[in-house]
């Protein structure tokens, strides 16, 4: 099976611009979740999607939304980009009732 | 709310010995998961081992071993025989079980460094 995939890889955006990141789970998984990873605040959950739905979510502004589509491929969006949106996004996926995480390589975003 | 600590910012082992790391954590949950993910230079988060918290055995894979402390919600990591593909930063992290997602709870790291 192939593992998760997010695209794209490396982003550079400007302050104020808005972004969108993608990422495909492992074919069959329906929960994906998303993670912020930065130097200083470490490893934080944004949210979490299953089956076209957000079931649980952090503590980030409004700024960040995300959504799922019916194929489970799952989008996240940061609005409004701010210095320190710059960060290693992840994405994980799960099947369910299985309590493993696959995590994708990571959405590098450098706000400018 | 759950946290995780790794007081540990930085480790380092000599090829082929054995080290530990440590992690404790704070729920008032009886039963949830405990994970160590190792993230390498790539960045690639991969799964290391997992425990159960309602299993009373410490979980094993190959080189990898924990030793779970639930009274004092401790779980710590186990690398006998360090090679040095061992080396990254490593994660301790917390799931809660029942349901409430699949949202992960991380510590801050521990670096890894693997002397040859």
């Known amino acids: 099976k192939a593992g998760v995939t997010q695209t794209p890889r490396y982003l550079i955006k400007t302050r104020g611009q808005q972004v969108t990141l993608s990422c495909s789970p492992i074919s069959g998984h329906r929960s994906v979740s998303w993670y912020q990873q930065t130097p200083g605040q470490g490893l934080q959950f944004l949210f979490e999607y299953f089956s076209e739905t957000q079931r649980n979510k952090g503590n980030f502004p409004g700024r960040f939304s995300g959504r799922q589509f019916s194929n489970s491929r799952s989008e996240m969006n940061v609005s409004t980009l701010e210095l320190g949106d710059s960060a290693l996004y992840l994405c994980?996926?799960?099947?369910?009732?299985?309590?493993?995480?696959?995590f994708g390589p990571g959405t590098r975003l450098t706000v400018l | 709310a759950q946290t995780v600590t790794q007081s540990q910012p930085e480790m380092s082992v000599q090829e082929a010995e054995t080290v530990t790391l440590s992690c404790t954590y704070d729920?008032?949950?009886?039963?949830?998961?405990l994970f160590w993910y190792k993230q390498p230079p790539s960045r690639q988060m991969i799964l290391v081992i997992r425990q159960e918290a309602y299993k009373q055995q410490n979980a094993t894979e190959n080189r990898f071993s924990v030793n779970f402390q639930k009274a004092a919600k401790s779980f710590s990591l186990k690398i006998s025989d360090s090679q040095l593909g061992d080396a990254a930063m490593y994660f301790c992290a917390y799931r809660s079980s029942g349901g409430y997602g699949n949202k992960l709870v991380f510590g801050a790291g521990t670096i890894l460094r693997v002397k040859s």
């Open positions: 994980a996926s799960s099947s369910t009732g299985n309590n493993e995480q696959f």
């Open positions: 729920t008032s949950e009886s039963d949830y998961y």
